[in-house]
């Protein structure tokens, strides 16, 4: 089995170099892919004390976190965010787990950064839509998403996913 074989050399790899960077993060990707959380955790919160400054791991450990940790995870993808802001997932993560935690307002604000800076993010627009959608304002949601498909430059299946949120709402 090929996760077994990479397993055991990152194991090898660990026990030659424990403070090495990227295999903790490789290990700790690896871990999450076979399900082992708590070793992936563990180890991505070593990537972050060997190098506080990790946007990559700050992120994947806010993703980790969400579920167990939603307070923690937030302030990690903050965290990420803060540290690598020309990463639109970040800034996307960060505004999801924000709304999540009921910060609206300064989860609408990211996501309206987001779509300014980075108008090629679908998931942001579409998100910024329900914002509004939830808010009960359909008119400002259906300008969103048709400002989307002037502004940005989508594949098609994005340029789908944002049509049908324009359609469902005729």
Sequence with gaps: ?????ALNRLYRALEI???NEATHLNF???MGEMGRLEEAESSMRKVLEINPASAQAAYNLSVMLAERKPEESLEMSKKAM???PSQ???????????IRADQKVEGQTILEETTSQFPDY???WLLLGTV???KNDSIKAKTIYEKALKTGSFGEEDQARIQQKIDSMQ
């Design 17 to 19: 170099d424990p403070e």
């Design 28 to 30: 700790a990707m690896l």
């Design 88 to 98: 639109a997932k970040y800034a996307y993560t960060c505004a999801f787990y924000l």
């Design 122 to 124: 679908a998931d942001a």
């Design 82 to 84: 803060e540290l690598d």
């Design 132 to 134: 509004f959608e939830q």
């Design 1 to 5: 089995d090929k996760k077994e074989l």
